[in-house]
């Protein structure tokens, strides 16, 4: 599959402070997922969206589904020190088993 | 809540040697896929089931083979293992139908060093 166009790479954050991160893809998804992966461990879901537009919460993260389909964008608010991390977009397309990958954005939270 | 197990969390083998990767839901899930992960290179994907017995490749699935005998379990083989293969290896299972919701969900990961 393609690979996705995830920014920024990294980043540096201030605990308290919001998070904002997006995915862009050159094709149509039907699906987008955000996962957060910690070392040595594998990735977690943490926000799945299935419909253009949608708006969807999960605690302090935020994740919104493209109106045109090409894009997703996950918000942390209020950072803290475990959201530290490496947080990656998944996309689907139509009649797709198969997902393609964002490289991941390293969040690094400063005390 | 839906869980994904490896049968290592880490391994160490001999350039040559047969390695066997094991993945295991509990989710009666249909699809599982297998992925390695390389920093820089992302998640990439060697091959994935949509069923018993029934195997797609992936994007690199050169130098490995999958079985799936029992919907729960889907088996990577490293037929010889070559330090190239070095990386993290990723599981993953979904639930297929409908596929306009199947969500992908991972297993801790093996990593796997080929000496």
């Known amino acids: 599959g393609q690979q996705l166009n995830q920014s920024p790479q990294s980043m540096f954050i201030q605990e308290g402070e919001d998070v904002s991160m997006n995915c862009t893809s050159s094709?149509?998804?039907?699906?987008w997922l955000w996962y957060k992966q910690d070392p040595g461990e594998g990735p977690v879901l943490l926000i799945a969206l299935y419909k253009a537009g949608e708006l969807t919460s999960n605690g302090r993260l935020t994740a919104q589904f493209g109106i045109t389909r090409k894009d997703s964008f996950l918000n942390i608010s209020a950072s803290i020190p475990s959201d530290v991390g490496i947080y990656f977009c998944a996309g689907r397309g139509f009649n797709d088993y198969k997902l393609s990958f964002g490289a991941g954005t390293t969040v690094t939270v400063r005390a | 809540d839906v869980k994904v197990t490896q049968s290592s969390r880490y391994l160490v083998k001999r350039t040559g040697e047969k390695v066997f990767l094991e993945c295991v839901q509990d989710?009666?899930?249909?699809?599982m896929f297998w992925y390695r992960q390389d920093p820089g290179l992302g998640l990439r994907l060697i091959y994935f089931?949509?069923?018993?017995?029934?195997?797609e490749k992936g994007d690199i699935p050169e130098g490995y083979s999958v079985s799936r005998e029992k919907k729960e379990r889907f088996s990577l083989i490293l037929e010889s293992a070559s330090t190239n293969q070095t990386s993290m290896y990723l599981c993953?299972?979904?639930?297929?139908?409908?596929?306009?919701?199947?969500?992908?969900?991972f297993g801790p990961g093996t990593r796997l060093t080929v000496l």
């Open positions: 089931s949509y069923d018993v017995k029934m195997k």
């Open positions: 094709s149509i998804f039907n699906t």
């Open positions: 993953a299972s979904s639930a297929g139908v409908p596929l306009g919701t199947d969500t992908q969900y």
């Open positions: 989710m009666d899930h249909e699809n």
